[in-house]
């Protein structure tokens, strides 16, 4: 089975996080996936940056919501690279990609952009809001989609369930064997992070899970040799 390697927020161990150059350094370490955040901007654009606000990443304040497209673009998001929207990172890379929804609001913008792209076998939509992923399903035919959680016991995969969604991104310091086997006789795909070192990496191949979240794209070369 291929062990899948999903570039977290790009490589965010090496570049800044959620800009083009990370995504293009995921894309050239040969990462399988990369993942992204998104947000809606006061005007409605479709934000890539993981905080609501973008005061850690970023050299401005405030939150997201409250700044039009324009106001987040003069801001420098590490190395003078500018805050991205979705559609550019779908022309800077050709990796598949794993589009979280931190806003569940973001959910009928990302719908539209992905229906008229025709993005349904190239975008996978995760989000650790229930909502949001429901809210996706029916707006975009054959569309796959990913239950995120942190916090969780075995009723994630009830939850994942009840959704529609194919795949459960857990938190590896809360997995269980038990937990494993219910999504496995559920028939969900399960991908662990945050994966960032060997001990993580023999965690996740001991629980046989399908994939990992890493931060740093040399995890996509030693998984093939750890078992």
């Known amino acids: ?32 996936a ?26 401005g304040t405030g939150p997201i919501a409250e700044k039009t497209l324009a106001e987040l673009r003069a801001l420098d998001a590490g190395r003078g690279e500018r805050v991205p929207v979705f559609e550019e990172v779908l022309d800077a890379v050709h990796t598949p990609l794993q589009a979280e929804i ?10 539209e952009v992905m229906n008229a792209r025709g993005l349904a076998d190239r975008v996978e939509v995760s989000s650790f809001h229930d909502e949001a992923i429901a809210e996706i399903k029916p707006l975009v035919p054959g569309v796959r989609t ?11 995969v009830d939850r994942a ?6 795949t459960v991104c ?5 997995l269980t064997l038990e937990i494993v086997e219910r999504a496995r006789k559920a028939d969900l795909r399960i ?13 996740v191949r001991a629980f046989g899970l399908d994939g990992a979240t890493t931060d740093h794209p040399d995890i996509k070369r030693t998984g093939r040799f750890t078992a």
């Open 161 to 166: 369930v009840a959704v529609g969604a194919e």
């Open 170 to 174: 857990l938190n590896i310091r809360r």
């Open 102 to 111: 931190k806003d569940a609001q973001a959910a009928r913008a990302l719908s």
């Open 1 to 32: 089975m291929n062990f899948l390697t999903i570039g977290h927020r790009g490589v965010m161990g090496v570049e800044p996080e959620n800009t083009l150059r990370s995504f293009v350094a995921a894309q050239e370490a040969g990462l399988d």
């Open 191 to 203: 991908i662990g992070w945050v994966v960032n070192t060997q001990d993580h990496l023999r965690l």
């Open 146 to 156: 990913a239950l995120i959680a942190s916090r969780y016991g075995t009723d994630i």
């Open 34 to 59: 990369i993942e992204l955040d998104l947000h809606l901007s006061k005007d409605g654009a479709l934000v890539v940056m993981h905080d609501t606000e973008v005061d850690r990443t970023t050299d």
